[in-house]
């Protein structure tokens, strides 16, 4: 067996107990994120197998694909889960590295592992930033290269040039770091409105096993945080130098200048004036 023929792609993983598994935490945490954001335009770029939308209220939704969609045949130690669309409502064939929209347009934009699958992430990131309105936000989930995941892919990896076994992970190509990630998206003046990490059980084959370490997520989540196998970014664009000003109908009237009181002085004056 080739290493091409061990390499299991991102669609196919997701249908594994470890791939529903971090599906499960991603779309919980992304339903928390837009959830009370409000706007008008809003698009999710690419892993359809998310209704990253769903808890949004924004009049115009949609969801971009850099590639038709055709879900995959589940694995043999796959349990039966809600099978996933073929057509995807309101759905966009599009380039991430060129989007079909006009500038400052879009109120929201999620990115569900879209960067680590983008052909050039940095020109992809340029592109939400440059289709977004300011103060709109834009909500991010990579895997994190820094946690057991990544440690156990290594392990496997070794296994896989010896010619037996297969990576726990996906081929999804480089990750993004969190702190790294921050630093792309300040230099391209956004400010980072909160981020979390999640998922500390050890990738697994079986359901079995993911159930026997789920005592681990309380104490991953409080004592070793930045270990988690994946993370959650939100961000908020922001216009250096500009002001919001509101309607002509909102200004006030400009007031009359309080009265000031003459000193005896002016008044002596005043009334000499008069009488001359």
Same mark, same amino acid.
């Given at each position: ?5 061990? @390499? !299991?792609?991102l669609d ?17 945490? @992304?339903?928390?994120?837009?959830g009370?954001?409000?706007?008008f ?16 209220r924004?009049?115009?939704r ?5 590639r038709?969609f ?16 073929a057509? !995807? ?19 929201l934009?999620?990115?569900p ?17 440059? %289709? ?7 909500? %991010?989930?990579g895997?994190?290269?820094?946690s ?8 496997s990896?070794?296994?896989?040039h ?25 230099l391209?003046?956004?400010? !980072? ?22 005592? @681990? ?14 993370? !959650? ?11 919001? @000003? ?10 009359a200048?309080?009265?000031?009181a ?15």
């Amino acid at each position: 067996m080739t290493q091409s023929a061990q @390499i !299991i792609g991102l669609d196919e993983w997701l249908l594994t107990p470890t791939g529903r598994y971090l599906l499960a935490w991603e779309q919980q945490q @992304i339903d928390l994120a837009v959830g009370d954001l409000f706007g008008f335009h809003a698009v999710q770029l690419g892993l359809p197998q998310m209704e990253g939308l769903a808890q949004n209220r924004m009049p115009h939704r949609w969801v971009a694909l850099d590639r038709p969609f055709a879900p995959p045949a589940a694995p043999d130690n796959a349990t039966q889960g809600p099978p996933a669309a073929a057509v !995807i409502p309101r759905a966009l064939l599009t380039d991430f590295d060129a989007l079909p929209f006009e500038t400052q347009s879009l109120d929201l934009v999620v990115l569900p592992h879209t960067l680590e699958l983008a052909r050039d992430p940095h020109q992809a990131l340029r592109e939400v930033e440059r %289709v977004l309105v300011p103060d709109g936000r834009v909500v %991010v989930v990579g895997l994190n290269p820094a946690s057991l995941w990544w440690l156990q892919q290594r392990v496997s990896g070794l296994c896989m040039h010896l010619g037996f076994g297969r990576g726990v992970l996906p081929d999804t190509g480089d990750p993004i770091g969190y702190w790294r990630l921050r630093d792309w998206l300040r230099l391209l003046s956004f400010d !980072i409105e909160h981020g979390r990490f999640g998922c500390y059980r050890p990738a697994a084959r079986t359901e079995l096993w993911l159930d026997r370490f789920r005592w @681990i997520e309380p104490w991953g989540d409080r004592w070793w945080p930045v270990l988690g196998a994946v993370y !959650i970014l939100v961000a908020v664009k922001r216009v250096r130098g500009m002001r919001l @000003i509101g309607p002509a109908w909102k200004r006030q009237k400009p007031k009359a200048a309080p009265a000031v009181a003459a000193s005896r002085k002016q008044r002596l004056h005043k009334q000499d004036g008069n009488g001359a």
